[in-house]
């Protein structure tokens, strides 16, 4: 039986690719993660584990807006290290990026740490931390 090990890379398209590339690019920078590929009409990051990547839209798709709520992605949420990786990256997105935050930067679940945020064209994004309390329990 074949086992999954992992979500190899994540592939969305776009409203206006340069203007997302330059978001990206700046993100992902914040993340950790560097240039895996760059195409004329593409281009992929990766921290070492997942690769994500944006190509532009074809004519069709441009026309239309992405609303959360229809079929297809949700979010993508990036796992960090420690809540307070999470309070970085809602600062950085406030003050550098001037990204829209959805949901600031709090516990939405028992020890479920995160910040929503949108992207150029809407999609919902995540840096999330799960389990660090129950974490820090264990070693007391």
């Known amino acids: 039986m074949a086992r999954v090990v992992g979500i190899d890379h ?8 340069e203007k997302s590339k330059a978001f990206y690019g700046k993100l992902f920078d914040f993340l950790g993660f560097e240039i895996s590929d760059e195409y004329p009409q593409a281009i992929g990051w990766t921290n070492g584990k997942t ?4 190509y532009p839209a074809d004519a069709s798709g441009r026309k239309r807006k992405y609303r959360n709520g229809d079929v297809g992605f949700h979010h993508y949420a ?3 290290r420690n809540r307070k990786d ?3 990256l809602q600062a950085f997105l406030e003050n550098d990026l001037k990204a829209t935050i959805v949901d600031a930067a709090g516990e939405h679940y028992d020890d479920y740490y995160a910040v929503f945020f949108l992207d150029p064209d809407g999609l919902k994004l995540e840096g999330m931390k799960y389990g660090e309390r129950r974490a820090k329990r264990k070693k007391a």
């Open 10 to 17: 994540l592939v969305i398209r776009v409203s206006d690719y």
């Open 51 to 54: 690769r994500f990547w944006i």
């Open 78 to 80: 990036f796992q960090l």
């Open 86 to 88: 999470v309070d970085a």
